[in-house]
């Protein structure tokens, strides 16, 4: 059974930057037949993805957050990580990663239990 | 850049059919995805491929699509339906190959 866990600091100061990482147990990160994303959801309110990866290092980003985001893998620890950049307030949110079964249109089939992220001094 | 539009809420009785809707132009090129999610939870999918069911979701769930605007159905609603739902799709407006939420439908069971 695939699993995914997210991790990192559940509070950051504003104008810092949000460090988060995703493992990956019960399948391999490096399947091409999956892209891999980060999602986050505002409380009380909707769902916004922000940016997804291939295990071969391509990515896809939000282009709202496209200047304060980089998206990496590491294979041999099958995870792989979001960094965002100078947060404010706006970016408090639960954070989740999940997988994008790309390669039979099926969608994002799994996803971790997302981890909050608070961004106050 | 495309944008999914859907009811913010929808409220039905237990047994009767729910139907919540989705619209955007993105729809027309790409398929639909439908989410359900409970307070503190992950969302979990339950339609893929416009109408297609995952294995373990109820067949009292069923997707459809017309245009530019898909449907989830739910039929012979339950108590534990009451949640948040959401539809998703792709953005290939040009080179871009994002992914798009709706604003989320919020089902109240009465």
């Known amino acids: 059974q695939v699993q995914l866990q997210e991790s990192g600091p559940g509070l950051v100061k504003p104008s810092q930057t949000l460090s988060l990482t995703c493992t990956v147990s019960g399948g391999s990160i490096s399947s091409g037949d999956y892209y891999w994303s980060w999602i986050r959801q505002p409380p009380g309110k909707g769902l916004e993805w922000i940016g997804y990866?291939?295990?071969?290092?391509?990515?896809y980003y939000n282009p709202s957050l496209k200047s304060r985001l980089t998206i990496s893998v590491d294979t041999s620890r099958n995870q792989f990580s979001l960094k965002l950049r100078s947060v404010t307030a706006a970016d408090t949110a639960v954070y989740y990663c999940a997988r994008d079964f790309k390669a039979v249109a099926g969608g994002f089939d799994y996803w971790g239990q997302g981890t909050l992220v608070t961004v106050s001094s | 850049s495309y944008e999914l539009t859907q009811p913010p809420s929808v409220s039905v009785s237990p047994g009767q059919t729910a139907r919540i809707t989705c619209s955007g132009d993105?729809?027309?090129?790409?398929?639909a995805y439908w989410y359900q999610q409970k307070p503190g939870q992950a969302p979990v999918l339950v339609i893929y491929k416009d109408s297609e069911r995952p294995s373990g979701i109820p067949e009292r769930f069923s997707g459809s699509s017309s245009g530019t605007t898909v449907t989830l159905t739910i039929s012979g609603v339950q108590a534990e339906d009451e949640a948040d739902y959401y539809c998703?799709?792709?953005?290939?407006?040009?080179?871009?190959?994002?992914?798009?939420f709706g604003g989320g439908t919020k089902l109240t069971v009465l």
């Open positions: 993105a729809l027309a090129k790409q398929y």
């Open positions: 998703q799709s792709a953005d290939s407006s040009g080179t871009y190959r994002g992914v798009l």
């Open positions: 990866i291939y295990y071969s290092g391509s990515t």
